[in-house]
């Protein structure tokens, strides 16, 4: 067993607070708090996390339906539109069309920024 206890890594405490009028400071466990430093299987089973359960939405009020109806139908949208673009770009073969990058023909092409081929000169 004097092996195992020599091979521990150490730990120091986390300070918490800092000192008060009287100089007194708080210092918190090192596996404890919403940003765990270390992992202490010692300090998880003692201290198990909360099961709380799941939020329930009070839809007998009229703002939380309306909102709860908005949220719904928005992830719809945003589920179909996925589902839509998939399928666009599985079948649907037409040309890309032109952006601002490429001059369509015919058009003034004065107008487009011009198109660079090198980098930039340095400032040196």
């Known amino acids: 067993m004097t092996p195992l206890i020599a091979a521990r890594e150490s730990c ?6 800092g000192p008060d009028n009287r100089g007194t400071i708080r210092l918190q466990c090192p596996a ?5 430093a270390v992992i202490c299987p010692r300090f998880n089973r003692l201290h198990p996390a909360p099961i709380t359960a ?9 703002r939380k339906r309306a909102a709860q109806t908005i949220l719904v139908s ?10 839509l673009t ?15 990058a ?10 487009l920024p011009p198109a660079h081929s090198e980098p930039p000169p ?3």
């Open 54 to 62: 799941p939020a329930v939405v009070e839809l007998a009020d009229a």
């Open 12 to 17: 120091y405490l986390k300070l918490k607070q």
């Open 122 to 124: 340095s400032d040196r």
């Open 74 to 83: 928005l992830m719809a949208c945003i589920a179909n539109l996925h589902i």
């Open 102 to 111: 490429t001059p369509v023909p015919g058009q003034n092409a004065s107008l």
């Open 32 to 36: 404890a708090g919403s940003s765990a």
């Open 86 to 100: 998939a399928w666009r770009q599985t079948t649907d073969r037409r040309p890309v069309p032109h952006t601002a």
